[in-house]
């Protein structure tokens, strides 16, 4: 027979009944700071401005040689150039920093817990397994989104200051709003993707070369198809091939986010602009990819380790 509680105080208890709505967040504040204080995160986020710097440099060289008086002697150096739209683009297609930021941050996000049994502590707490999965997620997204965020930004406002306001709108006021759109593309797709790797193993090492091994494979196949079937026996059009070659991970972010900047980047070395592709098909593709990794990483999220017989 049970006997009735002896403590009555709880009686008196007038606080809140129901959980805090933001849950997550403690986890993923947990996981920034720790990202923050690690010394590759700032080496990693200052060499993402590297392509916003090259950026710099062609636009003055380009407004410098605009400005010469003798502009009609140099029209085929300056068609030659990148306008600002396909610098712009550029910057966004520059994806190793981010590419290596997201494995420094994700590839231990999950394995690392799983190795040191720190999913019976987080699910002992007043959170759900979702709320680990969001706050784990977020630890990874919100740093990589920033980094990926600032030489885009700091690209745009140079170009308002540099082509001037009146003239910068008009050309390319759009990229303003889309500044803040793309850098989600990747920083999404890796958080989503290195989240599921992450959540398979106890050793952050496996989860960082086991994601760079699919993610470099995919885009070593996808280039060789583009090779072979654009100046195979077979060639394709230029706009086919390059949809071929946008299918891969890194093809599809880079493919989605030339087609939302309407640029692409200049290849200097053969002074022409690559074929824009349709994006719907990528992004279902970088869909069912980012659904496929969070699928894993919540069906492997387990406060205990069951053992199947």
């Known amino acids: 027979m049970n006997s009735p509680i002896a403590d009555l105080t709880y009686r008196q208890y007038d606080g809140p009944k129901s959980l805090p709505a933001l849950r997550w967040w403690v986890v993923a504040r947990h996981g920034i700071r720790v990202a923050m204080r690690k010394k590759g995160f700032w080496v990693l986020a200052s060499c993402a401005m590297i392509p916003s710097f090259l950026l710099f440099v062609f636009s003055y060289i380009r407004s410098t040689i605009e400005a010469n008086p003798n502009i009609g002697r140099n029209a085929r150096l ?26 420094l941050l994700g590839a231990g996000v999950i394995a690392a817990d799983n190795r040191a049994n720190a999913l019976q502590v987080y699910l002992s707490k007043p959170i759900t397994k979702a709320d680990y999965l969001i ?47 793309l850098p989600a593309i990747p920083a999404i797709v890796h958080s989503s993707c290195l989240i599921g790797v992450s959540a398979l193993t106890k050793n952050p090492w496996v989860a960082g070369v ?15 198809l583009y090779q072979t079937l654009r ?29 939302l900047v309407g640029a692409m980047p200049r290849d200097i070395a053969q002074a022409r602009v690559r074929p824009s592709v349709e994006w719907e098909p990528l992004a279902i593709m970088l869909f069912l990819v980012c659904v496929l990794g969070l699928f894993i990483a919540y069906r492997r999220i387990r406060a205990v380790e069951v053992i199947q017989g």
């Open 78 to 103: 300056i068609d030659s150039l990148p306008n600002f739209d396909e610098l712009y683009a550029g910057v966004y297609g520059s994806w190793y920093w981010v590419f290596f930021l997201s494995l």
């Open 231 to 259: 100046h195979g026996p077979a060639r394709l059009s230029a706009e086919a091939a390059e949809f071929i070659r946008s299918l891969s991970i890194q093809g599809a972010i880079s493919g989605i986010g030339f087609d």
């Open 210 to 224: 086991s994601y760079t091994a699919v993610y470099v494979f995919a885009n070593s196949a996808a280039f060789i």
């Open 135 to 181: 706050g784990k997620w977020m630890s990874v997204f919100i740093p990589v989104y920033l980094v990926g965020l600032a030489p885009l930004l700091i690209s745009v406002l140079y170009g308002m200051f540099s082509i001037g306001v009146s003239d910068f709108f008009p050309l390319y006021g759009s990229l303003l709003p889309k500044t803040f759109i």
